[in-house]
């Protein structure tokens, strides 16, 4: 699709509701930029192309992608060590490589959920088998830090039970035990 | 394997409403998204990647137990028209279509449920059923995602949910949406009314057939926009109480353009009927279009109640790819046009004129088989 403005190829496409039809407008980047769209809260796009006066605007989900990524920021040369996505490819293209990527580039990612979603943590269904492990790996992470502060304390009898607990959830996990966690 | 000639031989019950009251709320779809840990996401991956993506999903989809018998093919191996015809039944995206080399579509045998391997995500899994029944195909789609999830090692964050090459999928990746046939908000000029209340409680609303801003044959979809920060329960249970909202808007508007204005009804259901029977050049816009008033009159009793079905068959069969595949070669924009004209004719041979009288004494019954 090309841009509404100029006619170059378009890549930032906006909906917006006015006068209760669904308006849809295609914008490159310059014009996007030039009519302050990458501005997600301050455009009345309808009213400027459209000459018309606008309901609400409403910013589609892409559109906050295009604005928070757009938005500048740091580190420039990040690599994902997943997948060798970089910062870059994320702002030209608005999507991820791969899912370590959510890791790679947390905080563009917090950036970008602002505004996009009703909330910003799942709420919603967990997959059976990583609900398991997920959980056991906690408590594992939690029964270790236990056993640490136990043994730099000298509390051997706790010590004792801790690394038994331990054992018991890895046998239960993978039927042997780690041979690193024996004395 | 089943072959695509069987596949698309019938329409699917959700095209034609079988089992289900679709008089408003056409077809209900669920759309979920998932991806593979430690997998590059299909549009970054090199095609190595996406071959051996493939491998690992497919066999793990082919085994799923409703998948037995199913269609599955590679796209590479489809010819255009047939992928378009895919695209036209929306059991694959168009973006699906336009992806090569590693993307496969596995589509259960009733086409109820079809699972795209390889499109913007590892995997789309998408559910639809006839009428108003967003929970129905949700709770199928979810059995096929618990089953999938035995096998695959699926990309989960606890604190993002599932994990999508977009973050406008995060967190559920559900996207749930229903069509709604709007005529009478349309005629009675409360559509832009109700599409804006709609859309400032967050959900998306968009006409059927092209990206504009008309919405042809009066078909609208609403859908979830956001997928985190909320259950599946929470997103299904607002989605379902909108849906039936606009719903009864949408009875209350017949009723009410039927005691106002039986006139101007008659005239539109009358001339729809008209061109339809008698065309013999028609574009799928004008088709559409007529063809939506035709359902209406078939609602409202102008119309014997099986037009509603006739005319959902058409809205599918009446589109390019399907008339191609009809004629067996590819068609130029006016052969279609002479075809379509002809398919409609033929299926409407023996549907009598729309009774206006029995409808303009008719009283609260609306389907009274005696008035039909």
Excluded at chain 1, 62 to 68: E, I, L
Excluded at chain 2, 122 to 151: K, N
Excluded at chain 2, 218 to 235: A, H, R, V, W
Aim: proline share 4%.
């Amino acid at each position: 699709m090309d841009c509404d403005i100029c006619g170059k190829k378009a890549k930032v496409h906006l909906t917006q509701l006015v006068g209760g039809q669904i308006k849809k407008i295609a914008l490159c980047d310059d014009c996007a930029k030039e009519k302050g769209v990458t501005d997600p809260t301050g455009f009345a796009l309808a009213e400027m192309l459209l000459g018309k006066t606008p309901g609400k605007p409403v910013v589609t989900a892409q559109q906050a992608v295009a604005a928070q990524v757009g938005g500048g920021g740091s580190g420039v040369g990040r690599r994902c060590p997943g997948c060798g996505f970089t910062l870059d490819d994320l702002r030209r293209i608005r999507r991820f490589g791969c899912a370590t990527c959510y890791v790679t580039f947390k905080e563009e990612v917090n950036a970008m959920l602002r505004g996009m979603h009703k909330g910003t943590k799942h709420c919603g269904k967990v997959p059976a088998g990583l609900m398991e492990l997920h959980e056991r790996t906690q408590r594992l992470e939690e029964l270790r830090g236990r056993l640490d502060q136990a043994i730099t304390s000298e509390n051997y009898e706790e010590a004792a039970g801790l690394r038994d607990e331990i054992r018991q959830i890895e046998i239960r996990a993978t039927g042997t035990p780690k041979t690193s966690e024996s004395p | 394997m089943m072959r695509f000639t069987t596949l698309i031989k019938n329409p699917a019950d959700w095209m034609t409403g079988e089992g289900a009251d679709n008089t408003i709320v056409l077809t209900s779809r669920i759309r979920l998204a998932r991806n593979l840990r430690g997998e590059s996401f299909p549009g970054w991956a090199k095609k190595e990647q996406r071959r051996r993506t493939l491998e690992i999903l497919r066999p793990a989809v082919e085994a799923l137990p409703c998948m037995k018998d199913a269609f599955s093919q590679e796209l590479d191996d489809l010819n255009s028209v047939q992928k378009q015809v895919l695209v036209e039944r929306h059991l694959i995206s168009r973006e699906h279509a336009a992806r090569g080399e590693g993307s496969a579509a596995v589509i259960e045998r009733r086409q109820s449920i079809a699972l795209m391997l390889n499109e913007e995500d590892h995997l789309r899994m998408q559910a639809i059923r006839p009428g108003m029944s967003l929970r129905a195909a949700y709770d199928s789609l979810a059995a096929v995602d618990e089953e999938l999830e035995q096998s695959l090692e699926i990309a989960f964050d606890h604190e993002l949910g599932y994990l999508t090459t977009c973050p406008t999928n995060l967190g559920t990746g559900l996207r749930a949406s229903a069509m709604l046939h709007l005529p009478a908000l349309v005629l009675s000029d409360q559509i832009g009314q109700v599409l804006q209340a709609v859309n400032k409680i967050g959900l998306a609303v968009r006409g059927l057939y092209g990206e504009g801003t008309e919405s042809l044959g009066n078909l609208f979809q609403i859908s979830n926009q956001s997928t985190l920060g909320e259950s599946e329960e929470t997103i299904l249970r607002r989605l379902e109480r909108v849906i039936a909202q606009v719903a009864t808007h949408e009875r209350n508007a017949r009723d009410k353009l039927l005691e106002d204005d039986p006139e101007m009804v008659s005239d539109k259901i009358g001339r729809a009927y008209g061109v339809l029977r008698h065309a013999w050049i028609i574009d799928s816009k004008e088709a559409l279009n007529h063809l939506s008033l035709l359902r209406l009159g078939g609602d409202l009793g102008f119309l014997p109640n099986e037009t509603v079905k006739s005319c959902d068959a058409l809205l599918m069969d009446i589109q390019p790819a399907h008339l191609q595949l009809h004629s067996g070669r590819k068609l130029s924009p006016e052969e279609r046009d002479s075809i379509r004209a002809e398919i409609v004719r033929t299926r409407l041979q023996t549907l009598q004129a729309p009774d206006i009288r029995s409808t303009r004494k008719k009283d609260e019954d609306d389907q009274n088989p005696e008035m039909l």
